[in-house]
T-cell receptor, first 116, second 112 residues
């Protein structure tokens, strides 16, 4: 079974630009979550999608948005990039069952975004 | 989300057991204790989880205190590949467990 894939793996942008990152979950997984990882703040939850609906959102400005398609693939978009947006963006997928305490999340390798 | 407290770093020798502690004094009755680890240059990966009883799997064991205010992840024989940041996370088992709230974790160094 293929793991979670993220594209691109590396990206360099300049301030003010916008960027779109893509995540393909494990086949059969309908939940996709996004996290931002920086040396200073660690791993922080951005948002989670399930069946094309955003179910939960972290404390990030509106410049960060996402969406999920009918095939469960997800994209996140960051508009008007700032230097502080430089980070590793991780996507995680889960089969997700409301009856389960498990709901293991499987992470992709991440997209390293550098904002100059 | 209830908070967890872990040591910033720990060191171990190869092939020796490692006990990684986690304090979670404000844990609620529906919180499950999950452990994830992040190897260098990789995304986090699930290690183990439990509610009240001790748990074992192929990767590790989880020992949970009787009052559930602390737990310990046990790697029975550390290898160099176990060098990673280990995160102890509480997840609400009541159904709204959509996200993982990561703390700073414990950086485990394994010496050859």
């Amino acid at each position: 079974k293929a793991g979670v894939t993220q594209t691109p793996r590396y990206l360099i942008k300049t301030r003010g630009q916008q960027v779109t990152l893509s995540c393909s979950p494990i086949s059969g997984h309908r939940s996709v979550s996004w996290y931002q990882q920086t040396p200073g703040q660690g791993l922080q939850f951005l948002f989670e999608y399930f069946s094309e609906t955003q179910r939960n959102k972290g404390n990030f400005p509106g410049r960060f948005s996402g969406r999920q398609f009918s095939n469960s693939r997800s994209e996140m978009n960051v508009s008007t990039l700032e230097l502080g947006d430089s980070a590793l963006y991780l996507c995680a997928s889960s089969f997700y069952s409301a009856q389960s305490s498990y709901n293991e999340q499987f992470f992709g390798p991440g997209t390293r975004l550098t904002v100059l | 989300d209830a908070k967890t407290t872990q040591p910033n770093s720990m060191e171990s020798n190869e092939e020796e057991p490692v006990h990684l502690p986690c304090n979670h004094s404000t844990i609620s009755g529906t919180d499950y204790i999950h452990w994830y680890r992040q190897l260098p240059s990789q995304g986090p990966e699930y290690v183990i989880h439990g509610l009240t009883s001790n748990v074992n799997n192929r990767m590790a064991s989880l020992a949970i205190a009787e009052d559930r205010k602390s737990s310990t992840l046990i790697l029975h024989r550390a290898t160099l590949r176990d060098a990673a940041v280990y995160y102890c996370i509480l997840r609400d088992g009541g159904g709204s467990n959509y996200k993982l709230t990561f703390g700073k974790g414990t950086l485990l160094t394994v010496n050859p």
